[in-house]
């Protein structure tokens, strides 16, 4: 079992999503940088869709009830185990009491703490993932105790250390959305030939502050999906995440891969990319 000491800006269980109930407006909620997510499990010797700790800018403060093993990738938000540094992306020993810490950001935006055979939160629709509404709770607090798995996935060498994602690219690769060719070749040449800037943003959405001339009309209500980039009639775009609705008003005129939206999302308002095909 982990205490949660201090809960930290935006902490929550996930795992590789909810799949087969879009059709009754369940979003497919999970970890927003699934390279991330995937990676921190495999180190361990767990599978790809255990339940992982993602943290958000400013870590929690735990303490281990048992001795464990653990891995963090992702984001570099300066772990410490006891007021150590610890490595990122290699299994750590953690013994019964340790207190894991996180520091100043130094990369990214998004961290992943794996434990050995996963984090045990309740089972909704066939997923661990938080979301609000869905599960008791969207967001990890003090003072809350999370259980994990006692049984203890062999370790495989080959992952023993494995390397960060890189986050430092600014090019979001894309596919043409279902609406993408109701747009003119000013509108074309504009998404493709400059640099739009990051807003406000969260596990829903993330919005770009410049606007894109729009006279197109609001289509019938459509699926959408996470990395869907929705026009809206004030020209204002924003591009759908792991959390976001199922279906949709707004002219879906690009869909970033989903190599793409990892990226994305270990990116902090105010910095800048580019779509490319």
Aim: proline content about 3%; overall charge negative; glycine content about 8%.
């Amino acid at each position: 079992m982990i205490k949660v000491l201090k809960k930290g800006l935006h902490t929550s269980i996930q795992d590789l999503g909810r799949f087969g109930y879009r059709n009754f407006g369940i979003p497919l909620s999970g970890a927003m940088d699934t390279e991330a997510a995937k990676l921190s499990n495999l180190i361990l010797g767990n599978d790809e869709n255990d339940a992982v700790m993602e943290i958000t800018l400013q870590g929690p403060r735990l303490q281990f009830l048992n001795a464990k093993q653990i891995a963090i990738t992702g984001a570099d938000l300066n772990p410490e185990i006891n007021g150590i540094s610890i490595e990122m992306n290699t299994n750590i020993s953690i013994q019964k009491g340790d207190i894991i810490d996180f520091g100043v950001r130094k990369t990214g935006v998004r961290s992943y703490l794996a434990i050995a055979g996963g984090f045990q939160t309740e089972l909704v629709f066939g997923s661990r993932s938080f979301y609000e509404g869905i599960t008791t709770k969207d967001k990890i607090e003090s003072g809350d105790e999370l259980d994990f798995s006692i049984m203890q996935a062999p370790l495989d060498s080959s992952f023993i250390k494995l390397s960060n994602q890189k986050y430092d690219k600014t090019k979001l690769s894309v596919n043409q959305g279902p609406e993408f060719e109701m747009l003119n070749d000013e509108q074309k040449q504009f998404l493709f030939s400059k640099a739009f800037t990051l807003g406000l943003n969260n596990r829903m959405a993330y919005q770009l502050k410049e606007t894109l001339a729009n006279d197109l009309s609001s289509i019938l209500s459509s699926a959408v999906l996470p990395g869907t980039v929705q026009l809206t009639p004030s020209g204002k775009m924003i591009i759908l995440m792991r959390d976001c609705q199922t279906t949709g008003g707004y002219p879906r005129i690009l869909q970033l891969t989903d190599e793409s939206i990892n990226l994305l999302v270990q990116k902090m308002q105010g910095e800048l990319v580019k779509f490319t095909f």
